[in-house]
């Protein structure tokens, strides 16, 4: 089930690259100053084209609830494995929200494309960056600290 889960949206993206090189090169490898590109970009391969818009979505819904249960699994485990300290309480705390809204921020970013609404889309990437980073630096000195 892990490895499905984990697999899903990478054999999505995949899938989408393939589809866009194979049934829309010329649109999806386009640019606006006419530099040749072999390859699309990410948001075109994935979001300007059916069927590969539905697929990329289809995978991230599905891959979505285990994302957010993990979340709360890492929550349990770090509430576990640390100090009863407030600090670190605190810091799974601030992890875990961090986690939750990247979920959320993938969603959005995936459902919503910079077509169909520009500002949602950048806010949602920027979120989904910022917030992917920050959860995964904590993570690391979270489990660090716990290892001394």
Same mark, same amino acid.
């Given at each position: 089930?892990?490895?499905?889960?984990?697999?899903? =949206?990478? &054999?999505?993206?995949?899938?989408?690259?393939?589809?866009?090189?194979?049934? %829309?090169?010329?649109?999806?490898?386009?640019? #606006?100053? &006419?530099? =040749? +590109?072999? !390859?699309?970009?990410?948001?075109?391969?994935? &979001?300007?084209?059916? =069927?590969?818009?539905?697929?990329? $979505?289809?995978?991230?819904?599905? #891959?979505?609830?285990? $994302?957010?249960? !993990?979340?709360?699994?890492?929550?349990?485990?770090? %509430? $576990?494995?640390?100090? +009863?300290?407030?600090?670190?309480? +605190?810091?799974?705390?601030?992890?875990?929200? *961090? @986690?939750?809204?990247? @979920?959320?921020? *993938?969603?959005?970013?995936?459902?919503?494309?910079?077509?169909? %609404?520009?500002?949602? #889309? /950048?806010?949602?990437?920027? *979120?989904?960056?910022?917030?992917?980073?920050?959860?995964?630096?904590?993570?690391?000195? *979270? !489990? /660090?600290? +716990?290892?001394?």
């Amino acid at each position: 089930m892990a490895v499905v889960t984990v697999l899903m =949206p990478l &054999g999505a993206f995949l899938t989408c690259i393939y589809l866009s090189l194979r049934y %829309n090169f010329d649109l999806s490898t386009a640019t #606006h100053c &006419g530099v =040749p +590109n072999y !390859l699309p970009s990410i948001s075109s391969a994935i &979001g300007e084209f059916v =069927p590969q818009r539905y697929i990329w $979505r289809f995978a991230i819904a599905i #891959h979505s609830a285990p $994302r957010f249960l !993990l979340a709360f699994m890492y929550y349990s485990f770090m %509430n $576990r494995i640390l100090p +009863n300290i407030t600090f670190y309480k +605190n810091a799974v705390k601030i992890t875990t929200c *961090l @986690n939750v809204i990247e @979920n959320i921020a *993938l969603i959005f970013l995936s459902f919503v494309s910079s077509k169909e %609404n520009y500002d949602i #889309h /950048k806010v949602s990437f920027i *979120l989904f960056m910022v917030c992917s980073e920050l959860y995964m630096v904590l993570t690391c000195l *979270l !489990l /660090k600290e +716990n290892k001394e």
